[in-house]
């Protein structure tokens, strides 16, 4: 492959000399990928269920996609937002048309956009409600990113200790009980922010009635319901958004992996008094909504259309799930298999889940450890039913290794 310096341990070294030790990386430098499929820097091939952390829905490479960057990157790619940006507006229509916002603020990343969300909750409260109102719910096993206070959003202490002191005004209950968020909404809460299907805290999908609950919940008190999209969001679940799975809509949601299809983009959606709450100089990002960006993300959303993408991951997800499930009446290591469309959890009965995505990686096939004993299953939302049988072959074929 065309250059190719460094193998995968002279890569490992580099990074583990120059860069802070934030993340213990696997041994492998991913250098390209085409669909779901990976390369590595010595030319080993691997299936990627991966896709960046839900990141690469279009797959890797998709030539509709690079050339939107390319040409977008030949003509403008930013300009500031002190001007009008094309892009930028066509893609909040778009997302308006697609879901049930009026309105979108670009940033460029999750934990942005939730910060975003944060900040429009309390400044709507600001409008409508008393001055006591400005405490968020959010759920325990949450994740909402890595900022001060999204960290705080985010209900998982082993995520907060180390940076104290954190911002005030947050609350967690346990995701998916109704009778507990009930007894949590006082005379200080403004809003709850809450995963569709909770991701990083182990992709727990709660009862189909709990969120219809929660809508009835904050409409009976006057607060607000934001929805974190980040990884459910764009496709991920066989639905444009999570929050199509439980007949409810949200007053904000936010979204980032997949937007771009790889490209680094968040976004903030509202809909009523919420969407215009925020003023000129209330909130800014220097490269939120840029050229290129928005044109990576429109041409994400055409492609996501054009080959019927939403269809293909609740089929794919439902084949993988069938597939895991007989699985599991096979090998006992199995538990079950949870989640929607191509956001899944395999749960394992030992714990052995770490030691099983490295048997797979082994095998050629990218899999995500959560915790000891989930595997988080995350393809491109274009992978076919071969891919899925060859994922299911290699795990089972890895599972007999490790347990
Ligand atoms: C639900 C959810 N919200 C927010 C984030 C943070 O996104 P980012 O890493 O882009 O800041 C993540 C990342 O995993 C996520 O899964």
Redesign the pocket.
Known sequence: MKGIAMTNNEIGQLASDYLMPTYRPLPVAFVKGEGARLWDAEGNAYLDFVAG?AVCGVGHAHPRLAAAIAEQAAQIMHTSNLYLIEPQARLARKLVEISFAERCFFCN????A?EAAIKLARKWAVQHLTPKQRTIITAEKS????TLTTVTATGQEKYQKAFLPLPSGFRYVPFGNIEALESAVDDTVCAIML?PIQ??GGINVPDEHYFSGVRRLCDERGILLIL?E??TGVGRTGKWFGYEHFGIKPDIITL??SLGGGFPI?ACLAAGEVATAFEPGDHASTFGGNHLACSAALETLAIIEDEGLLANAAEMGALLTDRFTELAGQMAAIDHIRGRGLLLGLQLAEDCAPALAQACLERGLVVNAIGTNLLRLAPPLTIGADDCAEAVAIVADALTSVV
């Open positions: 952390i990343s999750g934990a942005e939730n994740f909402h990113g890595r995963e991701g990083e974190d980040v990884q980032a992996k968040g």
